[in-house]
Each structure stands twice: as structure tokens, then as C-alpha cells.
């Protein structure tokens, strides 16, 4: 792999703050691209996270925007594409989970999550199209979905409808923009060791590795270099697909 693989390129990844976005931030950066990330509340993490991207030798942008408003996320693309020059790569990432049976679901559950999962990544993609069609090389967009999205998950309607609106979402666009050189894939994670796996419950937690064929959890160091395969050069002739690394939880 050559470390500088992305080098000149420029990547948006929303909800980059954490976890699996933060992971994926760094990654990028580490392969020499120029990231921008957006943040909901944490502008101490985001400062702290911008300062260890340039401190790898590339820019970075860090800005508060709700993924959910359109006009925040047209708003914020616009930036980025006058401070980068350009967007190549977009990673729909940014996610929450509020999870109930539906009995005890309320709207407001269920319109935060949708909102946030499904319509963010819908307003970044639309965001992002003008600029990345202009590239000579066109560009490439990854949601990141869930298995939730794929085999429903109890006291997941709201979680589990979004996740699957993604790779419905991915799938048609790439239909949609694959003449404009652009590739829309999706990663349809299964259960990822992070803050949110952390505080499972130990019998939960143990019930759920029994199902998992690996043994393990994955980890966000896996997702970020797949994703990073998934944007790359090596990737270009892959378009409208669902990748799964659930550790074989959902074959």
C-alpha cells in the first residue's frame, strides 16, 4: 500500500469525531488526503483532531453542522470545496441510535434517527455532486450502514429503517451518477468495538459474540482501511454494492 496513496486528493467525512468517523479521518489523512470532518457539540475534540491531521502534513476543516438541516450541509460543502479546491471522496458516517421497542418509541425517536442517519447522508451526497462531478476522475461516495439495515434488529425500527434507507439510497444513486465516473457504495458494518459496544451489557454483549463466526468484535481500524479500499483506485470498477464486515454475523 502506498502510504501517500491519496495524496492531492480532499474527503469529507461526517460525524468524524469518534469512533469509527474519527478512525477513518485518520486513516485518510495518514494516506496523505486532505480531510474535513464535521462535528454536533465536542469543538474541543474536533480542534484536537484537526491539530493531529495537519500535524500528518495535510489540511484539515472542522465546522459544526447538523447532518440532518439541508442547508447546513449545502452550506458546509461549500466550504470545504473553497478551502480544499475540490471534494473527491464523501463518507456518510455520521449516526445515532435510540433504541425501544416501537410500543415505547416515541416520534421524536424515530424522526432524530432517520433524520440524522438516513436524511444526512442524502443531504451530503446531493451537497456534494456539483463539486465532484467536476473532477477529471470523477469521485466516490461510502455510506456507512449496518447489518441492522440488512436483517432488522429488536428494538431497532428507527435504527434498522434508516440503515436500510442508506443502501437503498446507495444503490440508486449509483445507478444515478455512475456516467459522471462517481462510485456510491455502502459497508453494512456489524458490531464494531467502540464507545457505544463498551457499554453493552456483559450478557448482551456475550450473546451477541456466540453469533458472530469470527469470535470478535471488529474494530475501527479494519472499517477505516476497507472504507479506504473502498475509495481507492483498486476500487473504481466497484459501484452499488453492500459490503459486509460483520465478522460473518449476518451470512
Known amino acids: 500500500m502506498n502510504e501517500k496513496q491519496f495524496e492531492g486528493k480532499s474527503a469529507i467525512v461526517t460525524g468524524g469525531t469518534r469512533g469509527?468517523?474519527?478512525?477513518?479521518?485518520?486513516?485518510?489523512?495518514?494516506?496523505?488526503?486532505?480531510?474535513?470532518?464535521?462535528?454536533?457539540?465536542?469543538?474541543?475534540?474536533?480542534?484536537?483532531?484537526?491539530?493531529?491531521?495537519?500535524?500528518l502534513g495535510v489540511k484539515a476543516f472542522a465546522a459544526q453542522c447538523d447532518v440532518a438541516n439541508t442547508e447546513s450541509a449545502a452550506d458546509f460543502v461549500k466550504q470545504v470545496t473553497a478551502e480544499f479546491g475540490g471534494v473527491d471522496f464523501l463518507v456518510n458516517n455520521a449516526g445515532i441510535t435510540r433504541d425501544t421497542l416501537i410500543l415505547r418509541m416515541k416520534e421524536d425517536d424515530w424522526d432524530a434517527v432517520v433524520d440524522t442517519n438516513l436524511k444526512g447522508a442524502w443531504n451530503f451526497s446531493k451537497a456534494v455532486l456539483r463539486p465532484m462531478m467536476k473532477n477529471e476522475s470523477g469521485g466516490s461516495i461510502l455510506n456507512i450502514s449496518s447489518i441492522s439495515g440488512v436483517v432488522g434488529m429488536l428494538g431497532q425500527t428507527n435504527y434498522s429503517a434508516s440503515k436500510a434507507g442508506m443502501i437503498g439510497l446507495t444503490k440508486a444513486l449509483a445507478k444515478e451518477i455512475a456516467?459522471?465516473?462517481?462510485?456510491?457504495?455502502?459497508?453494512?458494518?456489524?458490531?464494531?468495538?467502540?464507545?457505544?459496544?463498551?457499554?453493552?451489557?456483559?450478557e448482551f454483549r456475550e450473546k451477541i459474540?456466540?453469533?458472530?463466526?469470527?469470535?470478535?468484535?471488529?474494530?475501527?481500524?479494519?472499517?477505516?482501511?476497507?472504507?479506504?479500499?473502498?475509495?481507492?483506485?483498486?476500487?473504481?470498477?466497484?459501484?452499488?454494492?453492500?459490503?459486509?464486515?460483520?465478522?460473518?454475523?449476518a451470512m
Open 20 to 55: 469509527i468517523g474519527k478512525a477513518i479521518v485518520t486513516e485518510l489523512a495518514r494516506r496523505g488526503a486532505n480531510v474535513a470532518f464535521n462535528y454536533s457539540k465536542s469543538a474541543d475534540e474536533a480542534e484536537k483532531l484537526k491539530a493531529e491531521i495537519t500535524g
Open 179 to 202: 456516467s459522471r465516473r462517481i462510485t456510491v457504495n455502502a459497508l453494512a458494518l456489524g458490531l464494531i468495538e467502540t464507545e457505544m459496544a463498551a457499554e453493552m451489557n456483559a
Open 209 to 249: 459474540l456466540a453469533q458472530i463466526p469470527l469470535g470478535r468484535l471488529g474494530n475501527v481500524r479494519e472499517v477505516a482501511e476497507i472504507a479506504c479500499f473502498m475509495l481507492s483506485d483498486a476500487a473504481r470498477y466497484i459501484t452499488g454494492q453492500v459490503i459486509q464486515p460483520d465478522g460473518g454475523l
